[in-house]
């Protein structure tokens, strides 16, 4: 597919007067997959799959959260508004059904759809995704374990440090050396299957576009995205609906959000059909398995 600008920077203005920023990638007559980003993340996120030339084969929409990249900022949001904002985008691509797939802190946006729209859904899944806070941290590992405390614990100086961040992101320079920094320690702390995709220029090349697009509006979007991570969702997964077709993928090897969270989330929503991958990590089960996904996926 040859992606354009205009298809990667799109915005759809809300009810309440937002802009909803989002990015088109595949099959643009395709069925449509909503994508939920990681966290940080931001509708770019599927730019990756782009360079490591999987085929996504269907129409997959990926939306920017409140604050960050074209959306704008919805004050005292909660989880639970999310499936609000996606509901208005599909009517006015005029999607009565949609398939909804997220990736890590995505988990919480794709259960909320589940939980609050599960009659426009004909499918969800989740890929390495987090479970609520709550259960979360008792299998979080470093440096995540001290990261989620931070946000839980000391916000400010989460909020410190995501200044830092965008300060460094706007200097082309700085942020060359810091991603540079970043995958050597990478190479280092990860898995080797997520550490073999950051020695790859592709991912550096990913990356700096990807952490700009994050900090587009500055740092609030996703210090906030961090806070209702360690929020409580609003509702049980065990209270989704059970006629919903519910997929999860998770690999074994994945050290930042580890497969015991997978394992617990696959077990509270009863429907789930779970496929946990013994040689995949946090990053490398997206990239090296997304045809399959997406096959499931479409074929629910």
Not at 112 to 117: E, L, P, T
Not at 163 to 174: G, H, L, Y
Not at 217 to 228: A, H, S, V, W
Request: charged letters at 25%.
């Amino acid at each position: 597919m040859n992606i354009t600008d205009d298809i990667l920077n799109q915005t759809f203005q809300l009810k309440d007067g937002r802009k909803l920023g989002f990015a088109e990638f595949g099959n643009l007559k395709g069925s449509p997959v909503f994508y939920f980003h990681g966290y940080a993340g931001g509708r770019l996120e599927p730019l990756v799959l782009d360079m490591f030339e999987k085929e996504i084969n269907c129409r997959l929409i990926s939306l920017d959260r409140p604050g960050m990249g074209l959306s704008d900022n919805k004050p005292d949001r909660t989880v639970l508004d999310w499936p609000d904002d996606v509901i208005e985008l599909a009517d006015h691509l005029e999607f009565q059904k949609f398939h909804i797939l997220g990736v890590s802190g995505g988990g919480p946006y794709i259960a909320a759809c589940a939980y609050k729209i599960p009659e426009r859904i004909i499918s969800a899944g989740i890929v390495a995704g987090v479970a609520s806070y709550k259960e979360s941290k008792k299998f979080f590992i470093n440096p995540n374990k001290t990261l989620f405390r931070i946000i839980k614990r000391l916000p400010f100086l989460m909020k410190f440090s995501l200044k830092q961040s965008f300060k460094n992101i706007k200097n082309e320079e700085k942020l060359e050396k810091l991603l540079a920094k970043q995958a050597k320690l990478a190479e280092k702390a990860l898995p080797k299957p997520d550490a073999e995709l950051y020695k790859n220029e592709k991912m550096l090349s990913y990356f700096s576009i990807h952490f700009v697009e994050i900090f587009r509006q500055g740092y609030l979007g996703p210090f906030i995205d961090g806070n209702l991570q360690v929020e409580p969702w609003g509702f049980e997964l065990s209270k989704i609906q059970k006629t919903l077709k519910y997929f999860l993928w998770h690999g074994e090897l994945d050290k930042n959000v580890p497969i015991a969270i997978g394992k617990y989330v696959a077990s509270e929503i009863s429907q789930c059909v779970s496929k946990f991958y013994p040689e995949e990590a946090h990053v490398s089960i997206l990239i090296n398995r997304f045809e399959e996904i997406i096959e499931t996926l479409l074929n629910a």
